[in-house]
């Protein structure tokens, strides 16, 4: 007995400091740190384009053009992770943040409801749509593909319905809830922290709003018992099950919060166009879904982060803009963005092999 | 509705070694299928019961009414001389029964730690536990390190890593540690070593033993007959829904135990363990005396 107990023990200790190639390494290392994929994609991108374009590409202006422009996504896409960690895909966040702005702007605008309380009946939409999507996916124990899809439709729908398709002009969202367009507002960061590089770098209201949600987010997956349940449902639904986690109620949770974070993401969004359209943010779900993949999160849930999510944000951003500027068509920033997609996905699948 | 008739104040068991864990007359049916037909089960103190059974035998059904993963149709479950209904595996481990499932219910991607609580994560104790609801994770990955180093499972620097990366000798190990670690009753251990090869297999089989003589019981399911004569005190034969039999080990052979398991050989004699006296009417007015 225990010549085996010494045996195993030796085994033990061989399985600590196991010979690995390099590449298996490398492949070990991105699988305890997924999101190192990302951050240097995003970096390279923005060494690249530096290199390229030059001062324009890197110029601090510029570059709070590029966060603007990511944050609706973004912000989306931070929901976005929530839903995919539980091996779930929500196709209707899009729907949602627009319903939820049309419904705050026309609350405010045409029924002349004070701007706190259009703001959160918007809120409370975003919600109650999430709430619709978790309760569909686990009460009929449909695919979450299925159910979001066909709410993605059924949103959309109403949303025309409720705003007869009309867009509400820039000027009267100012003059009937200015509240609304808070998050367009924004700071020079160079009045608060004089430093050379921010001269010119503005940060709206809306992008803080984004990094302040996303911190939230990040937070609560990574440090707090929920959290744990989350990345256990999208890992694996029965041992989640097993040692006493309740999987439904967990789903449920993660869409409704994914709903109300859709809705914070249409306050943004009437920041950032002024005016509230019910035609806004079209490709908003499929961009949303990009970037959490890029992010390096895993489809089939359980891996993943936040903070890859907004690498994968930035990357989208940055390849968009820094292509712009280098005078390539709009054809060749999708291309990229196609084959950025590929490689994530590739890497993900390699990465998870790594316990075989 | 008993058939054996067994006496609930008599013998001197009762007294000198209360049973832990007891069923009398068990019934599941799925639809026309009798999964359970009137089963007993009897878990001494301390000991290390062998279930085993044919295919289709009822063993599952039987390990899952006693654990609460399913609710018998009728019959009575006792622990600790106390009539038990658990309605769902979360009551039963808040009873202090911990089961380790055959599929290990481990979360892949987590880090051993992470896997050691899952289910019953610890807050911090200050107020940002409290109001924020942070895990205390520093805690628990001491108590982690400290319940697998008291097993010696594992070294100190793996417990950050996550569970897929390890062998599967380890995975069993750290599912086995999970439940004596939190376990305060009864093990149940189901097919541990089935996945597992030759010398993992010995592993495991040297930790239920280390388990045991922590003065834990356990209940071990298992296929592999020399494994289950290695470790067993008893063996619980389960045969067409129904316990054939009860052997020790040292009194009978392996084709023994297969031959009475597929109605080959009559099933020997059992002593009949009494249920432990709860002092309740309800118990003693179902269990007549012969």
Redesign the interface.
């Known amino acids: 007995?225990a010549s085996?107990?010494s045996?195993?023990?030796q085994?033990?200790?061989l399985?600590?400091e196991e010979r690995r190639t390099p590449l298996r390494r490398i492949q070990?290392f991105l699988?305890?740190y997924p999101t190192t994929i990302p951050f240097l994609v995003l970096v390279l991108g923005i060494v690249v384009f530096a290199s390229i374009v030059g001062d324009r590409f890197f110029h601090p202006f510029n570059l709070s053009l590029v966060l603007q422009q990511v944050t609706v996504i973004a912000l989306l896409a931070v929901g976005q992770t929530m839903v995919i960690l539980v091996a779930g895909i929500d196709l209707s966040v899009g729907a949602i943040m627009v319903l939820c702005s049309v419904v705050m702007g026309r609350l405010a605008v045409v029924t002349g409801l004070p701007a706190e309380i259009a703001l959160a009946a918007g809120i409370l939409t975003g919600a109650a749509c999430g709430f619709v999507n978790g309760i569909l996916i686990t009460g009929l124990r449909l695919p979450p593909f299925i159910v979001t899809l066909g709410t993605w439709s059924i949103f959309q729908s109403i949303n025309y319905l409720y705003s007869k398709n009309q867009t509400l002009r820039q000027q009267d969202v100012e003059q009937m809830a200015s509240l609304l367009q808070l998050t367009g507002r924004s700071i020079r960061l160079y009045d608060y922290i004089p430093l050379e590089f921010l001269k010119g770098a503005v940060l709206t209201f809306g992008s803080a709003l984004m990094i302040v949600v996303a911190i939230f987010v990040a937070?609560v997956l990574s440090?707090?018992?929920?959290g744990?349940?989350v990345?256990?449902t999208g890992?694996?639904p029965?041992?989640?099950r097993?040692?006493?986690?309740n999987v439904r109620l967990t789903l449920i949770q993660v869409y409704t919060s994914a709903g109300v974070i859709c809705a914070l993401t249409g306050w943004v969004l009437i920041g950032r166009i002024g005016a509230v359209s019910p035609n806004a943010g079209f490709n908003a779900n499929l961009d949303s879904i990009t970037a959490v993949v890029i992010g390096g999160t895993s489809l089939f849930g359980?891996?993943g982060a936040i903070i890859g999510t907004l690498f994968g944000a930035l990357i989208v951003g940055v390849f968009r803009n820094g292509l712009a500027l280098a005078g390539l068509q709009n054809n060749w920033q999708e291309l990229t963005v196609g084959a950025l997609i590929i490689v994530a996905v590739a890497l993900d699948q390699w990465i998870r092999r790594?316990?075989t | 509705m008993d058939p054996k008739g067994l006496d609930v104040s008599g013998s001197d068991v009762s007294v000198g070694h209360p049973p832990v864990l007891q069923a009398r007359g068990l019934v599941k049916r799925y639809g026309r299928v009798v999964a359970l037909d009137h089963a007993d089960f009897d878990l001494l103190p301390g000991e290390i019961l062998a279930v085993i059974g044919d295919n289709g035998a009822g063993k599952t059904t039987l390990i899952k009414a006693l654990v609460g993963a399913i609710q018998p149709d009728a019959g009575q479950i006792v622990m600790d001389g106390k009539p038990i209904h658990f309605r769902s595996p979360i009551e039963a481990r808040a009873a202090g029964i911990e089961t380790v499932y055959q599929n290990l219910a481990l979360a892949p991607a987590l880090s051993v730690a992470e896997n050691m609580f899952l289910g019953r994560e610890r807050r911090k104790s200050n107020w940002v536990g409290k109001y924020l609801r942070t895990l205390d994770r520093n805690g628990m990955r001491k108590e982690a390190r400290d319940r697998l180093a008291a097993l010696g499972i594992l070294t100190v620097q793996n417990i950050d890593q996550p569970v897929e990366s390890l062998s599967g000798g380890q995975r069993q190990g750290i599912a086995v540690a999970r439940a004596t670690a939190f376990g305060t009753r009864v093990v149940v251990m189901d097919e541990p070593t089935a996945a597992l090869g030759v010398k993992e297999s010995r592993r495991v089989l040297e930790l239920i033993i280390d388990v045991k003589s922590r003065g834990l019981p356990i209940i071990l399911i298992s296929h592999n007959m020399p494994h289950v004569f290695e470790v067993a005190d008893r063996i619980h034969i389960h045969r067409l829904g129904q316990r054939a039999a009860v052997i020790k080990p040292d009194e009978y052979s392996m084709s023994d135990a297969v031959a009475i398991m597929t109605g080959a050989m009559q099933p020997p004699d059992t002593e009949a363990i009494p249920l432990a006296d709860t002092g309740r009417s309800t118990v003693s007015g179902v269990v007549h005396v012969p």
């Open positions: 007995m085996t107990t045996e195993t023990d085994e033990t200790a399985f600590a070990y699988h305890l937070y440090r707090t018992a929920f744990r349940h990345y256990t890992d694996d029965e041992a989640a097993l040692v006493g986690i359980g891996r790594v316990s």
